[in-house]
């Protein structure tokens, strides 16, 4: 088929498009409009005549003409990989086609796509399309309509002129690829086709083309209107109409202000002769005083997420079943904020979380990653190519005015972001420009304005706010510590610079920078993590440290995780894939699978964690009070929560933002948990916000003193010290310095274990893992004796030595065997030098049973820097319901401050709490296998008793694990008691 190559024509975006307008749904008349009806479209959804090609020169001329022989059927919305057809690719940062800008592949897949309407008005039609990927040509009745592309934005065409009465033709042809795919480069599954609502508004003559509200605090509303024809305006709140007229400027008295905790919304009518808009719309003010955010006159904090468009089975076609499944979850866990990574969403998502109640990061369908991703090239020598070549100019500022204009109506848009990862220069300097021109009433976002190329000074003064990813906490510390001095350098020069690569720190006042340049620099903005703590598999750790400085510093105002989902394509039979799985190049592997919840929406114990970190009140106890800290911006405590205090209901009047003392009742432990006080959109009165646990006393009670009576038969053999006593027989190998056999409660020889099965989180510190063989330990033992009084006490020193490493481990350890059976394990350990941090150290057991009964914490998986949503108890439970079965298999299920677990056949207790994990898989097989559905069943139990693990930190993308959670000690004592049951 022959036909303008539009697709790699950067003077050609669009053709015969409508002019931008902001998202609305025109009805006939009020009452219409009220039960939202939208009586005025006509919808195309549906089944589609559909053909796939790999090159335009395959498609037939007469496709255009509505020529459907041969095709198949297609549901539109959808993409078509999700379809079977093409195949998917996940790439994160990689163009998945050659840099050639602006051209794209000769053998650019397309589909074509077929439909018939019914025309028998005549009203003005206007053909929306809400998202295709990438681009697309429209005839209708084999006529040329238009062209257009941005795939996450809004395209519409006049079509009137185009239909007839009666059936007529629709014929759509989407490419992969084309110019604009360069400013697409976002991390995710690449899909294409007619993925989101197409649709026919059927208008009057003369209408409404767009508007403009803006309201304030005072309870005015200015309406700007482009429109042909007459308007008139009906306001009513929740109890009726309280405004009709014709002025464009209204005031409502004493107005009820909207926030993420009370998003109360006026409706507001736009009324013509023939036709009613509707619009719901909030009275809130966003500003910036001395470097804090403010909403409503109150500083408020952002606790976010980055939400991707996506479904393991529909892809990037979300329903509004699907997305409100999404937002509900989100405010079931405390998550007030969303960042629209990274592009616009569906127009309707951001009307309900006007509804809702989030604060919205409104992100431009532009990410320009893969320039940083050349051999030779870096985020700090090319990261800038689109960015500050002006050929780009109108494509970059045509995706930012697509993203304002369409959601500037939304209330819960707070931030307009010009988009992620595309590096900087004067392209988005402009774009930034045009956006405070246009909208004066919201802040401004670029993350990348920190990266500057060679020959170009950034200039960030029409950015509100000061934005980093994967910020280390110390790093926060030092930006409010120092404001204004040392600043954290977002000037990244390339080779030969003074100042090296991006991500130090400077002291402005002893630098060489330019006044200019200084200046900036130290213009103390507002600071927030557009995405922290990256919750890729087993993971995130260290929330805690984060937020405690979101509420320690005024100027924090917000941090997003990423991300929300796991993104895996669903393959039935419960076997999602991920990048590579499906043989293309290139790909990144499972790094798309960094989800707070799986694929199909199941929380992960990521999303748990957060949940507790981000709660709306925070307690701690001093000698015998609580004080408790409302973090609620707006809402009293007492009005939003009610809680119960071990057991006992208690109402605790918190002024927002305020503490407030209360008499805590006695006890080692004290159990808080606070309850929704009444009915949301999200829960039911009496869903459990969140808890707080108080530890009163956590002193662990000393192991008792053994007082056995009996006698022993000790014999030794080879290598083996047997010993024999009333019910129980156990043999000690001296070659391995642990014991083969414990009567019949273990299956194997128990083993030394410093092995842990690589979290996503240990993807970079695991080379280092590998490569000093951790995963290859072997015990030499030195010198075992023993000796037998009214116990048999064996002394063993030995060494964990990998085959062509020195030593690792240095132990000395004293084994007391009682005559009931119990055995006491005392070990001094000293670490090898120049080692990298220890995965874990302790015994690994193989045992029976399926049943475990635990004192530590729980019920969900914890680590030391990962046990916000667990609580110190008694728990009882099974192995297969402690496994957390993570796509790609890894470390899982532990549990940190642990006194004591015993399984069916062994107990083990110490008196300095301990780790443990019981499951049905050992290390070995969680590391090999790259899918949780090709793990093997040991046929055991694998009981590991760690002294400790280190940390799980956020290293797969985020910093190194924190300094305290990381098992970097150089000697340590370790005790344990083992019995038999």
């Not at 090609?53 to 498609?59: A, E, G, K, S």
């Not at 009324?271 to 500003?287: A, L, M």
């Not at 995706?399 to 990862?421: A, F, P, Y």
Request: proline share 4%; aromatic share 14%; glycine share 8%.
């Amino acid at each position: 088929m022959q036909i303008e190559k539009y697709y790699n024509d950067l003077n050609t975006l669009h053709i015969n498009t409508e002019e931008n307008r902001a998202y609305y749904m025109p009805c006939s008349d009020i009452e219409n409009a009220r039960k939202e009806t939208n009586d005025r479209k006509q919808d195309l959804n549906g089944e589609w005549n559909f053909m796939y090609y790999t090159c335009i020169d395959d498609v037939p001329e007469d496709f255009k003409d509505g020529n459907t022989d041969g095709f198949d059927k297609i549901p539109v919305p959808s993409c078509w990989q999700t379809q079977g057809y093409d195949r998917h690719q996940y790439t994160n940062t990689r163009y998945p086609f050659p840099y050639n800008p602006p051209y794209v592949p000769y053998d650019n897949p397309c589909g074509a796509y077929v439909t018939h309407f019914e025309s028998d008005n005549d009203y003005r039609k206007y053909l929306n399309f809400e998202g295709v990927d990438s681009c697309f040509y429209v005839w209708v009745n084999g006529e040329f309509v238009g062209y257009s592309q941005v795939s996450h934005s809004t395209s519409e065409f006049d079509i009137t002129d185009k239909v007839k009465n009666g059936d007529n033709i629709l014929c759509v042809l989407v490419f992969k690829w084309c110019d604009g795919s360069y400013l697409e480069d976002q991390d995710k599954f690449r899909m294409s086709g007619i993925f989101r609502d197409v649709y026919i508004l059927n208008r009057p003559q003369k209408h409404i083309r767009d508007y403009k509200i803006e309201t304030d605090i005072q309870g005015k509303i200015n309406i700007e209107l482009d429109s042909d024809t007459d308007v008139s305006f009906v306001l009513e709140n929740e109890k009726g109409e309280i405004y009709s007229g014709d002025s464009k400027t209204i005031t409502v008295e004493k107005p009820i202000l909207w926030n993420a905790e009370y998003p109360y919304l006026y409706t507001l009518y736009l009324v013509t002769e023939d036709e009613v808009i509707r619009e719901k719309i909030g009275f809130r003010e966003i500003k910036i005083d001395d470097g804090i955010v403010f909403l409503n006159n109150k500083p408020i904090k952002m606790k976010g997420v980055n939400r991707h468009d996506s479904d393991p089975v529909t892809g990037y076609t979300i329903s509004r079943e699907q997305a409100e499944k999404d937002l509900k979850l989100m405010k079931q866990h405390n998550i007030n904020a969303l960042r629209t990574s990274h592009y616009p969403n569906a127009p309707w998502l951001m009307q309900l979380c006007d509804e809702y109640g989030f604060y919205v990061i409104a992100e431009s369908d532009i990410e320009i990653h893969g320039t940083a991703s050349f051999f030779g090239g870096s985020q700090a020598v090319t990261f800038g190519l689109l960015a500050q070549n002006s050929d780009w100019e109108n494509a970059i500022l045509d995706r930012v005015q697509r993203n304002v204009i369409r959601d500037k109506n939304r209330t819960s848009v707070c931030i307009w972001s010009l988009g992620n990862e595309g590096g900087y220069g004067v392209n988005f300097e402009k774009a930034g420009r045009w956006v405070k021109e246009y909208d004066s009433t919201r802040l401004t976002h670029y993350e990348s304005s920190m990266w500057q190329m060679e020959g170009h000074i950034n200039d960030t003064s029409m950015l509100d706010v000061e934005s980093t990813m994967y910020a280390d906490y110390k790093w926060i510390d030092k930006y409010f510590e120092n404001p204004g001095e040392v600043v954290w350098h977002r000037v990244s020069l390339g080779k030969g610079s003074e100042y090296g690569g991006a991500g130090e720190w400077i002291n402005l006042s002893e630098s060489k920078l330019g006044k200019k340049e200084k200046e900036q620099m130290a213009v103390v903005k507002p600071y927030m993590q557009c995405e922290f703590i990256h919750a890729m598999g087993n993971g995130p750790g260290g929330i805690k440290e984060y937020i405690d400085r979101l509420y320690r510093y005024d100027g924090f105002f917000g941090a997003f995780a990423w991300e929300w989902c796991d993104h895996a394509i669903d393959m039935g039979d419960s076997k999602y894939f991920y990048g590579g799985d499906f043989g293309e190049y290139p790909n990144d592997g499972n790094f798309c699978v960094d989800g707070l919840v799986y694929p199909d929406r199941r929380p992960h114990t990521g999303l748990l964690e957060y949940k507790q970190a981000i709660k709306p009140f925070a307690i701690k106890s001093y000698s015998n009070i609580m004080v408790v800290e409302n973090r609620y911006d707006f809402a009293e405590l007492d009005d939003k929560l009610y809680f119960e205090v071990n057991g006992e209901r208690m109402e605790f009047d918190v002024p927002p933002r305020g503490k407030k003392s209360f008499p805590r009742p006695n006890g080692d432990v004290v159990m808080v948990k606070a309850y929704q006080k009444s009915d949301t959109l999200w829960a039911k009165k009496g869903y459990e916000v969140g808890f707080e646990q108080l530890i009163v006393n956590d002193t662990v009670p000393k192991l008792e003193t053994v007082n056995a009576d009996g006698s022993f038969e000790v014999s030794e053999q080879g290598r083996n010290i047997t010993i024999k006593g009333n019910n129980f027989e156990y043999i000690f190998d001296k070659s391995t310095g642990n014991f083969k056999k414990l009567s019949d409660a273990v299956t194997r020889p128990v083993e030394w274990n410093m092995w842990r099965a690589p979290t996503d989180n240990d993807r970079n510190i695991m080379r280092d893992w590998i490569n000093a063989d951790y995963h290859r330990e072997q015990s030499y033992v030195y010198d075992c004796t023993y000796d037998v009084t009214d116990t048999v006490t064996i002394k063993c020193h030995n060494a964990l030595i990998p085959v062509v490493q020195r030593k690792h481990m240095d132990i000395e350890t004293v084994w007391t065997i009682y005559a009931n059976g119990i055995v006491d394990m005392q070990s001094s350990v000293k670490v090898g030098e120049n080692l990298p941090v220890i995965p874990r150290f302790g015994l690994r057991f193989f045992t029976k049973g399926e049943n475990v009964k635990y004192y530590g914490y729980g019920p969900y998986e914890s680590y030391s820097d990962k046990h916000l949503c667990t609580y110190l108890d008694e728990f009882n439970t099974t192995v297969s319901d402690m496994y957390e079965p993570y796509i790609k298999p890894q470390e899982n299920g532990s549990h940190f401050g642990t006194r004591y677990v015993e399984t069916e056949n062994i107990r083990v207790s110490s008196d300095t709490p301990f780790s443990f994990s019981a499951l049905h898989y050992t290390q070995e097989e969680l590391t090999e296998k790259k899918h949780n559905f090709e793990l093997e069943k040991c046929d055991d139990t694998v009981l590991c008793i760690d002294y400790k693990q280190n940390g799980i930190g956020q290293n797969s993308c985020g910093p190194l694990t924190q300094e305290e959670y990381r098992f970097d000690e150089s000697e340590f004592e370790f005790k344990i008691r083992i019995e038999i049951k």
